[in-house]
């Protein structure tokens, strides 16, 4: 096919391969699927009273069908994020930071040190692409190019998203239509079928299922963010995400990471964890507000998190036992 803002493509031929195109013919009433010509061959066939029930003429449409198109050409025209570097800025104390910071698609990398540290400072410096114009004086550089609203305008403004462990809705919006919502804003082709992947997902991340038609804000905080992690993963275009301490948020972390790590995402985490801390490739240690050192995962920690991993279903196994009002005669009942 040719570029999708070529208007010379028959109707039906666009909508085949960007479905959410029906949708802009469906508000006015017309059938997509039953148009073969181009639009600009089809739009002389529409009759007064077309223009006057729609209140709007010739060029009013036709510019609403251009911005149509540009939207779905710079969705697919995204450039690719090849490297996210942080160069040194300064700790609290005004000395220099010892290193820099560079984050690669599909890698896991957190942000360790005491609370109170940094830990947050750098991931706001990020959500910022900072320009030596933050407390730390980082620069933030995205290919190796401080950033730019070009950089920005190519992703529509979210060049980065960030999940926290407080997050809640107050939409008046069940599930499916606000996961539909945010699809044909990114005028996601199949909608439908993204939507109920991210519900899926959702769902095998979240301690606790929920329903498609479940209002969003019945939704617990658990579950809240595991719909979250799943639409970023399935339908957000952010290839950054920045993750503050989900380590109580109530969801699988293992599989939450997985699952960005598989849409080739940037994931850069603040946490205590011990266990997302050794599920990760590397580590950037913070002390005073300043990145002290950066530490590879090495084999022997990479061998002591299946370890500590076999604890950790154990504990999951007892909180679980509880919550559901059981009561404990022996041990063995966990095993």
């Given at each position: 096919?040719?570029?999708i803002?070529?208007?010379?493509i028959p109707?039906?031929?666009l909508?085949?391969a960007?479905?959410?195109i029906?949708?802009?013919f469906t508000?006015?009433?017309l059938?997509?699927n039953?148009?073969?010509?181009s639009f600009?061959?089809f739009?002389?066939?529409?009759n007064?009273?077309?223009?006057?029930?729609?209140?709007?003429?010739?060029?009013e449409?036709?510019?609403?069908f251009s911005?149509?198109?540009?939207g779905?050409a710079n969705?697919?025209?995204?450039?690719?994020?090849?490297?996210?570097?942080?160069l040194a800025?300064?700790?609290?104390?005004?000395?220099?930071e010892?290193c820099n910071l560079?984050l690669?698609?599909?890698e896991?990398?957190?942000?360790?040190?005491?609370t109170g540290?940094?830990?947050?400072?750098?991931?706001a410096?990020i959500?910022?692409?900072?320009?030596e114009d933050t407390?730390?004086k980082?620069?933030v550089?995205i290919?190796?190019?401080?950033s730019?609203?070009?950089?920005?305008?190519q992703?529509?403004g979210k060049?980065?998203?960030?999940?926290?462990?407080n997050?809640n809705f107050?939409?008046d919006?069940d599930?499916?239509?606000?996961l539909?919502?945010?699809?044909?804003s990114r005028f996601?082709?199949?909608?439908?079928?993204?939507?109920d992947?991210?519900?899926?997902?959702a769902n095998?991340l979240?301690?606790?299922?929920?329903k498609?038609?479940t209002?969003v804000?019945?939704?617990?905080?658990g579950?809240?963010?595991?719909?979250m992690i799943?639409?970023?993963?399935c339908?957000?275009k952010s290839?950054?995400v920045?993750?503050d301490e989900?380590?109580?948020?109530g969801?699988n972390k293992?599989?939450a990471?997985?699952l960005?790590?598989?849409?080739d995402?940037?994931?850069l985490?603040a946490?205590h964890d011990?266990?997302l801390?050794?599920?990760?490739d590397?580590?950037?240690?913070i002390?005073?507000?300043?990145?002290?050192?950066?530490?590879?995962?090495?084999?022997?920690e990479r061998k002591?998190?299946h370890?500590?991993?076999?604890?950790?279903?154990?504990?999951?196994?007892?909180k679980?036992?509880?919550?559901?009002?059981?009561e404990?005669?022996?041990?063995?009942?966990?095993?």
């Open positions: 096919m040719n570029s803002s070529d208007q010379d109707i039906n031929n909508v085949e960007y479905p959410v029906a949708d802009f508000s006015f009433n059938n997509s039953e148009i073969e010509l600009s061959e739009i002389d066939t529409l007064d009273q077309f223009w006057e029930d729609n209140g709007l003429g010739k060029l449409f036709e510019n609403l911005e149509l198109l540009s779905l969705c697919e025209e995204t450039s690719e994020i090849k490297t996210l570097e942080v800025g300064m700790d609290k104390s005004g000395e220099a010892l560079q690669k698609p599909g896991i990398t957190c942000i360790v040190g005491p540290s940094g830990k947050s400072r750098l991931l410096d959500e910022w692409l900072a320009n407390p730390t980082r620069v550089k290919n190796g190019k401080t730019s609203d070009d950089i920005i305008s992703y529509g060049l980065i998203a960030q999940i926290t462990q997050m107050v939409l919006m599930v499916e239509s606000f539909m919502l945010h699809a044909q996601i082709p199949n909608a439908q079928q993204v939507v992947e991210v519900i899926e997902l095998e979240s301690g606790e299922s929920f498609p038609d209002p804000t019945f939704l617990s905080g579950q809240s963010r595991a719909l799943a639409d970023v993963a339908i957000g290839p950054i920045l993750i989900i380590e109580n948020a969801v293992k599989k990471l997985e960005l790590v598989q849409k995402k940037i994931v985490m946490t011990p266990l801390i050794l599920l990760a590397k580590r950037v240690v002390k005073n507000g300043g990145m002290r050192k950066i530490v590879e995962t090495n084999e022997i002591f998190y370890e500590l991993e076999q604890l950790d279903e154990k504990i999951q196994l007892t679980n036992f509880f919550r559901n009002g059981n404990m005669s022996n041990t063995s009942e966990l095993i």
